[in-house]
């Protein structure tokens, strides 16, 4: 039965009161969520993650498969990092997604940790793993533009901290993946529906090259799925991890707000919008979400609003004790059939599970947030993104991010607090809401990948694909998995896994279980 509830839903006395999102920095917090879930680890778990997939080509395996692989010496760290650098190779031309490489330091790096382990040394569970990058975060010696011409030719001088940690724990860098300027989807190039930026042009989806990559995580999203490297790292402010997640077939996260640093990346930690941003992985499979998280988690002394939290163990989760609100559509958008249906069948696998799915969703409090959101970020007639063109060098702007400076106009600032404090309460409202489930499915998007070429003109709108349904969980800082969920082999279509604050675990042990049901990634064509 549809139960589509207004904001003041009544909190189940079952349930435990949820701790706040922000500031919750204690190992507390681990029991916030439902009773069903008391079994799940306050530790990060030491186990060694044991590989579901069943790929059998070296390029397509999985990051959890291929870090055992080279463990156990099935292949060298210089096979498979000159496997991946061949694969760019081969279908870059057509995809436009890694736009910097750093080959010849990714191979002196795979011969030293091939050495490195024939002394029975290494440097952890990505040793020896080739990765690419979104451009978005600085590289140490590697041109990183963030898509923004004031960048063109700027080398790197520091890892971004995330970065630092895939490579303290092994993982070599193959090159930086397309992005649009200052990481803001639609904001690089007018009359467009995919990843693109005055310097490096447009990437494309791998399933069909006349279809976007969404973003801003487009580049990554393209190459990931395309076999190009074991894994990304993205960012996600208003679904830029998801959305190419979803329209690229292949799995992301966007963790808890806080939970990960933002330091070396070009949209900082601070600022009105902070909490709405937060890095997470990208990879063909959930398995190394599951391993990635959460060596990217945690203080790093910069980011200052970063909390040191635990991480739960998704494989300690009881998917027939959960329970599922899920929405085929959030009546804001127009969702395409093949969406709605494909977030039905996710419903439908759930239920199969023994868990107990309800279609439901909170629809005055998104269309609520939803108008907070447009008239926040605007609300400085985007002074925001002048200081940012301003600090990375002079005419640094694009034609479109430039139309949004010379449009704007600023709202009082009396009006601008109001709608801070009216934020702050409908996140508490949908902490309300949620107490009575522990998990959600919903798109990711309206609609599969959109055709490229869109015409002049025809800018975002509430309800174009994408905005309505990633905004909110930006907006809550809740953690969010997509994985791909369709069925009928045809364009990726992704469903989010929505989880309370900290609660990357149920979020993730849902989108594995959607994922043996819907088998998950699929070969591209190309």
Not at 234 to 250: E, F, K, M, Y
Not at 457 to 468: C, D, I, L, Q, Y
Request: proline share 5%; charged share 25%; with cysteine.
């Amino acid at each position: 039965m549809k139960k589509y509830k207004a904001a003041q839903s009544e909190t189940s006395q079952s349930r435990r009161k949820f701790l706040s999102l922000i500031g919750a920095g204690s190992a507390a917090a681990m029991s916030l969520s439902t009773s069903t879930l008391s079994a799940a680890s306050e530790k990060s778990p030491s186990r060694r993650l044991v590989s579901r997939d069943k790929t059998d080509e070296l390029i397509f395996m999985s990051t959890v498969k291929l870090s055992e692989m080279i463990r156990t010496k099935k292949v060298s760290s210089v096979e498979l990092t000159q496997a991946y650098i061949d694969r760019i190779e081969d279908v870059n031309y057509h995809l436009n997604a890694v736009v910097m490489q750093c080959f010849d330091r990714a191979m002196e790096e795979a011969k030293a940790a091939d050495a490195a382990l024939r002394k029975k040394q290494s440097m952890g569970p990505l040793h020896g793993i080739p990765m690419t990058l979104k451009d978005s975060f600085e590289a140490e010696g590697v041109i990183s533009t963030g898509g923004t011409l004031g960048r063109i030719d700027y080398v790197g001088k520091k890892d971004a901290t995330v970065l630092a940690r895939m490579r303290k724990n092994g993982a070599i860098l193959l090159g930086k993946t397309n992005t649009p300027e200052f990481t803001l989807a639609g904001g690089g190039m007018r009359g467009v529906r995919t990843t693109g930026n005055i310097i490096y042009g447009l990437s494309k989806n791998p399933y069909d090259l006349k279809r976007g990559t969404s973003g801003s995580s487009g580049g990554a999203g393209s190459i990931i799925a395309a076999g190009g490297a074991a894994f990304d790292i993205g960012t996600d402010w208003g679904g830029s991890v998801r959305l190419p997640s979803s329209t690229n077939g292949i799995a992301g996260i966007k963790p808890t707000s806080v939970r990960c640093p933002r330091t070396g990346h070009i949209v900082d930690y601070g600022g009105v919008f902070d909490s709405w941003q937060q890095p997470g992985p990208m990879a063909r499979r959930v398995e190394d979400l599951i391993l990635l998280t959460p060596l990217m988690s945690g203080p790093d002394g910069r980011d200052a609003a970063v909390v040191p939290m635990p991480w739960p163990d998704p494989a300690l989760i009881d998917i027939k004790k959960l329970k599922v609100a899920f929405y085929p559509s959030n009546l804001i958008a127009e969702t395409a059939e093949e969406t709605q249906n494909t977030v039905r069948q996710a419903a439908k696998w759930m239920e199969e599970a023994g868990a107990e799915v309800i279609e439901d969703m909170p629809l005055d409090i998104f269309t609520e947030l939803g108008e907070i959101r447009r008239e926040l970020v605007a609300g400085d007639a985007w002074a925001f993104l002048k200081r940012a063109g301003d600090l990375h060098g002079s005419n640094t702007l694009s034609e479109s991010i430039q139309n949004r400076l010379d449009s704007g106009s600023p709202i009082s600032a009396d009006r601008y607090s109001e709608l801070l404090t009216l934020q702050d309460k409908n996140r508490t409202k949908m902490l309300q809401w949620f107490q009575n489930y522990d998990v959600i499915l919903c798109p990711t998007t309206a609609t599969p990948a959109e055709e490229i070429d869109q015409g002049l003109g025809n800018e975002w709108t509430s309800r174009k694909p994408g905005a309505s349904y990633c905004g909110p969980y930006n907006t809550t800082g809740w953690p969010v998995t997509v994985v791909r969920c369709d069925t009928d082999g045809a364009l990726p279509i992704g469903v989010q896994c929505v989880a309370h604050p900290w609660r990357e675990d149920v979020s993730l042990a849902v989108a594995q279980y959607l994922e043996s049901r819907s088998g998950g990634w699929r070969k591209p064509m190309i």
